[in-house]
């Protein structure tokens, strides 16, 4: 499944507003943008461009291609109605305002990039993509969903890191980032095949070169984490596995490596877990895919299934 069709999974949505919004809903749109879902997809994609600069042109500026997006609007005025009538914390209360919310972060994420997107957009500050490259973005987006869906990229469309500098102004920050987002496309070029033990360690490579440059990022350990689901979890049920998996187990076994990455998604995805709403929702729709009810993962390979 496609991340629209993870996200349908938590049911259907409202029927659009019958009105425009009044000013006053657009302020608090506005406002909970800035400050609930701009940290959150910042961080996430490590980029800046959904933040408003006060150098971009009017054309790509996000608060723009917000405002004038009818179907995003609506999504978040209805998602405003109804988190105004959750009057409990009680999760079975919350589900369904839970459920506009993943509406609402996914469309925020790749709707307002891509509306932006054109075949000048891609810009760079020497070795790196400007922090603020749309087009860098998308292709994130582009591999963020190929990963969930557990489809294959044809080509890896992101930036390699430059090679190591001695250079006292090279960023190994910055080159980290790339090497990591770089990797975890090239991981996703490698397909599942028992006709191909070869891609198995080259898949193998590419998880240990991504997990090499976590640099105790929330982000990547989510996706690092997905990318362990989408490894293992056609050779093991995820749930079944993080409840027998023995417990003296090297932690570099296969099911010890899906036992945590489980036990992590699922601690993410809970309403008290992750440290933004954005890694709540990306990490709930991980679970669906690969955890429960595991709609994207093949089970033919397991033994006795």
């Not at 994130?140 to 469309?157: A, C, D, H, M, Y």
């Not at 998880?207 to 090499?212: F, G, V, Y």
């Amino acid at each position: 499944m496609k991340i629209d069709e993870l996200v349908a999974l938590g049911g259907a949505l409202p029927p659009p507003p019958s009105s425009p919004p009044s000013p006053k809903t657009v302020e608090e749109i506005v406002r909970l943008y800035f400050e609930v879902y701009v940290p959150g997809l910042t961080m996430f994609f490590e980029t800046s461009w959904y933040d408003l600069k006060s150098d971009q042109p009017t054309a790509v500026n996000p608060l723009r291609i917000l405002r004038e997006n009818t179907p995003v609007v609506n999504l978040f005025t209805s998602f405003l109605h109804t988190i105004t009538d959750v009057k409990t914390t009680n999760p079975a209360d919350m589900m369904y305002s839970g459920h506009l919310e993943s509406c609402l972060v996914w469309a925020l994420a790749r709707t307002l990039p891509f509306a932006s997107l054109s075949s000048s957009s891609r810009q760079t500050t020497g070795p790196f993509p400007a922090d603020n490259d749309v087009a860098e973005l998308c292709n994130r987006l582009f591999v963020f969903e190929t990963l969930l869906s557990g489809e294959t990229l044809q080509s890896n469309p992101l930036s390699p890191p430059p090679p190591p500098s001695g250079d006292k102004n090279f960023n190994q920050v910055r080159a980290n980032e790339l090497d990591f987002w770089y990797h975890l496309a090239q991981y996703i070029l490698q397909a599942h095949s028992p006709a191909s033990p070869a891609g198995a360690g080259a898949r193998e490579h590419c998880l240990a070169r991504i997990r090499s440059v976590l640099d105790g990022r929330e982000n990547r350990d989510v996706l690092y984490s997905i990318a362990v689901l989408r490894e293992y979890a056609p050779q093991f049920d995820a749930t079944l596995n993080e409840q027998t998996v023995p417990a003296h187990l090297d932690e570099m076994d296969p099911r010890s490596k899906l036992a945590v990455a489980t036990r992590f998604i699922r601690d993410e995805a809970a309403s008290t877990g992750g440290t933004t709403n954005v890694v709540r929702r990306f990490a709930d729709l991980a679970y669906r895919a690969f955890v429960r009810p595991a709609v994207n993962v093949d089970v033919s390979g397991r033994r006795g299934e």
